[in-house]
């Protein structure tokens, strides 16, 4: 169908008709209306629907209102005007407005008869309209601190004069607050300023309590002053007289170590006790509610909101943080399509959720096609740390709610930090499936990420899989994370517990020995370090396959990483041994299987000895792995069958089998112990007491 037919459809006519009474409003306000219209070029605007709420407080009353603008502001905000029904332009006062974020916060006042109508988007606008007083409500304006001396006000006064970042304003409904709307920040800070209303003269105690520094100052008295790391509650008391009428109050608050909290409170006349100045005693300020998105002179702009829904927490210390988002006057029949920003989409929902898992700025894209045309609208969205700039106390999404939004994502198309992030979330959430799936796709990404958080993930990750019985799954988590762009000493390292896993669990030992081969022109050959840990690889792929002659010169070759004499040696291995054993009863089996590795790396000729794969075995038995360590404990035999543990070894195989049910081949192994062993008591059927 061709476009001029698609703007002939009922929908394009409403939106031509409201095009035509905006013209026409226009031509009004230029003939008949007192002070400055808008005029021409304004390619932006808004209708904005408010109650005024009148007050005989001094000064305008006004309104305030935020909306997105699909990135086509001014980052100064010098180009939004706002106008009443007659077309006269109104003192406004930007609140917010950035070039990364498309959400913009205005204050306005509400002069004339309602509705209003904001614009913006005209090129020539290179200066701000008039500016509002604002006098009402309780405004918070947002800096980031410079930082400097908070021991007296003066000090406190002149960090605000130093402040260059101007973060925005908010409305707040009382001076009381136990949170930073930006997120996590150490250095901030707030000042209030409001009107405030008294019934009767008398004599009013104001308590102020603020982290780390601020002051009070009451009709431009200060009359409190908190200097940093001052007490932080209603102690700070001052009284002083009022009269009945309307008062101002300011209120800084400077915020320098990662906490805030700021109230004010007072003691009326006759009580004995201090209460929160109440919202109610504050000049009121109304909301406006910002209309649907229009392009003068196109028939249709693609529209849609965005709301902060929730959070959901993520080890270490991370938010995922859920957004819905709203498509606003849809034509019947058209088709839609999301782009979130960040690797992800939707299809045909007007109404999606989303989850952002690490802050940043973002584009997300709607585009709405009626018949064969495509409309596009996007919106810049800010996603700090937390939510804190919607929510005093954001807050908590149920796993329910989180999976059934990440369920749908393609985790390979998400950076590597939002892949580790969301594996994380469901490792914390034991969602095994989910965890691996995301693991698997954090692993295979090519970005540069911190060394030791790859490894302590990588071994979450394996540890999740081994509980939940995918042994040889977490083994090649440790391989996969070899393969990130990581130092070769990590990588190796790296390797070396894929190799111990594999061989344990199964894995083909000759393919182990092929991959160890594949790095070795990778090393460098005059870094002992590396050498080292590539032959203590290729001894336990030895031992797997049973080749024991490769084995034993591997393990000469790497040599040993502790001198020590030998009576030195003996008591360090006595040491590390009832440690081990201590370990494994307690069940700490993770510290266990590190002092096993670690002799192992120390002392490569104990690969091929046996005691300490004896220990393995033990451990193994201990988390019901029987499989595993029957066949450790037959890997060794098989490698070293003179070894003075081979013995023991074969009989441990037996009886884990046996715990493992399988009765048949620890019959087989049994029929091992007594050829290969026959003197042994394990061999003739002594009772043998294991520990």
């Known amino acids: 169908m ?3 037919r698609i703007l002939r459809r009922p929908w394009c006519s409403t939106r031509r008709w409201r095009n035509l009474a905006w013209a026409g409003l226009l031509l009004v306000g230029v003939l ?6 808008l005029g021409e070029g304004w390619h ?6 408010v109650k005024p709420l009148p007050s005989d407080a001094p000064g305008d009353n006004l309104a305030w209102t935020e909306f997105y603008t699909n990135g086509t502001h001014r980052p100064d905000g ?14 406004l006062r930007v609140m917010q407005a950035s070039g990364d974020d498309d959400l913009v916060r205005l204050a306005f006042v509400t002069r004339g008869s309602a509705p209003f109508y904001v614009s913006w988007g005209n090129p020539k606008a290179d200066k701000p309209g008039p500016l509002a007083d604002i006098r009402r409500g309780v405004l918070c304006d947002i800096f980031k601190g410079p930082g400097g001396a908070l021991g007296t006000e003066q000090h406190i006064r002149d960090m605000f004069g130093r402040a260059k970042i101007f973060e925005g304003s908010i409305f707040v409904p009382q001076i009381f607050q136990g949170y930073n709307p930006l997120g996590d920040e150490w250095n901030s800070m707030f000042r209030y300023r409001a009107q405030f209303k008294v019934d009767k003269a008398g004599s009013y105690d104001f308590g102020f309590a603020v982290h780390a520094a601020g002051y009070l100052a009451v009709d431009g008295k200060t009359i409190v002053v908190i200097g940093n790391r001052g007490p932080e509650d209603a102690r700070n008391h001052h009284a002083m007289d009022l009269n009945a009428g309307w008062h101002d ?16 409170s007072w003691r009326r006349p006759g009580d004995g006790r201090f209460e929160l100045l109440p919202p109610a005693i504050f000049a009121p300020v109304a ?13 249709y702009t693609v529209d849609f909101s965005v709301h902060p829904m929730a959070e959901a927490f993520a080890p270490p210390d991370h938010y995922l943080q859920r957004y819905a988002f709203d498509a606003e006057a849809v034509p019947p029949g058209a088709t839609l399509h999301w782009d979130f920003g960040d690797g992800q989409s939707a299809g045909n929902d007007p109404h999606p959720s989303h989850i ?7 584009t997300v894209t709607l585009a709405v096609k009626p018949h064969a045309v495509d409309f596009k609208g996007t919106r810049r969205l800010t996603v700090k740390d937390r939510m804190y700039r919607r929510f005093p106390n954001p807050p908590s999404d149920p796993f329910k709610t989180v999976s059934a939004v990440l369920e749908r994502y393609t985790p390979t198309t998400l950076a590597a930090e939002q892949r580790l992030r969301g594996m994380q979330y469901f490792i914390h959430e034991a969602a095994a499936d989910s965890a691996l799936q995301w693991g698997k796709a954090w692993e295979e990404s090519g970005e540069a990420q911190d060394e030791q958080t790859v490894w302590e993930e990588t071994s979450a ?16 988590m440790y391989r996969l994370a070899a393969n990130k762009p990581l130092s070769m000493e990590m990588r190796l390292r790296c390797l070396r517990w894929w190799a111990i896993a594999a061989c344990d669990y199964g894995a083909d030992p000759a393919e182990v020995l092929k991959t160890a081969e594949l790095w070795q022109p990778k090393l460098d050959r005059s870094n002992n370090s590396q050498r080292h840990a590539l032959l203590t690889i290729i001894a336990y792929a030895a031992v797997a396959k049973g080749d024991g002659k490769l084995a034993a010169q591997t393990c000469r070759d790497a040599g040993t990483r502790r001198n020590m004499e030998f009576n030195d040696m003996e008591v360090h291995r006595g040491v590390l041994a009832r440690n081990i054993e201590t370990y494994i009863r307690t069940r700490d089996f993770e510290t266990a299987q590190k002092l096993i590795t670690q002799w192992e790396i120390d002392t490569p000729e104990a690969i091929i000895e046996g005691f300490t794969r004896l220990l393995k075995v033990k451990l193994l038995v201990s988390q019901n792995r029987h499989a595993a360590a029957a066949r450790v404990a037959q890997q060794l035999v098989r490698a070293n069958p003179e070894s003075f543990y081979g013995a023991e070894l074969l009989y441990r195989a037996v009886e884990a089998l046996k715990e493992g049910g399988k009765t048949a081949e620890a019959n087989t192994v049994l029929n091992t112990l007594k050829d290969k062993y026959p003197e042994s008591p394990y061999a003739r059927g002594d009772k043998v007491k294991i520990e």
């Open 32 to 37: 008949g209306a007192r002070g400055e219209t």
């Open 249 to 264: 109050v300011e209120v800084a608050q400077v915020n320098v170590n990662g906490n805030m909290s700021v109230s004010l």
């Open 44 to 49: 932006y605007r808004r209708k904005l629907d």
């Open 356 to 362: 952002y898992i690490t802050p940043g700025v973002y």
């Open 2 to 4: 061709k476009l001029g």
């Open 78 to 91: 010098a180009d939004f005007r706002i106008t009443n029904v007659e077309g006269v332009v109104l003192p």
């Open 461 to 476: 990750l394996a540890s999740l899989c081994e509980t939940r019985g995918n042994l040889l799954v977490a083994a090649d």
């Open 287 to 299: 909301e406006a509610a910002a209309g649907p998105l229009q392009t003068i002179g196109t028939p």
